[in-house]
């Protein structure tokens, strides 16, 4: 057993508030590679990531999500960098592939020492017309479909401690 990957799964947490600057290269490219590693159905690997950090896109991508909730807030937490991760047309498990390698995201962040919020609405926010004018200026196929974003940066807080695991969470038969 490795106690190291137990020690992630059991105490990574959500992070709601970040400190303004931005992550290293370092830190962004192990979280990231760590995402490509994720399984997707039949290897096809039908997921495209996109890292941004760009203060005028990264406010840009936080506004949209903001439409799509119908607040105004940040929905990002102030987090300097957000990942984005759609979903092709190639893939083979379309709806299940996203959310694997946004999984091994925030996993990878919490062991790399970074706090990160898995932060839902990409799929509706790539569906505006807004959403696929940043594709295009991304030179990015307005055929991607919006799964799952993060907001990844230092914690500006405590880690949260974790709730109370439910009664009868597992059964076994």
Known sequence: MKKEAF???????????FKPEQITDE????VL???T????GAG????????????????????LNAAV???DMDPYYGAPTIVLVFETPEGFTQGFDG??????????AYAAGLGSCWIHRCRQMFEMEEGKALLREWGLPENLTGSCSVALGYADCEQPAAKPRKEGY???V
Do not use: S, W
């Open 33 to 35: 590679e760590a995402g």
């Open 170 to 172: 597992i059964v076994r």
């Open 69 to 71: 909730m119908g607040k």
């Open 44 to 63: 096809t690997q039908g997921v495209q990531i996109v890292a941004v950090q760009t203060p005028e896109y990264r406010d840009r991508v936080a506004a």
């Open 27 to 30: 830190e962004l490219n192990a």
């Open 99 to 108: 959310p694997a390698v946004t999984t091994n995201i925030v996993n990878a």
């Open 7 to 17: 020690e992630v799964l059991l105490n990574r947490r959500a992070i709601r508030k």
């Open 37 to 40: 590693y994720a399984p997707t």
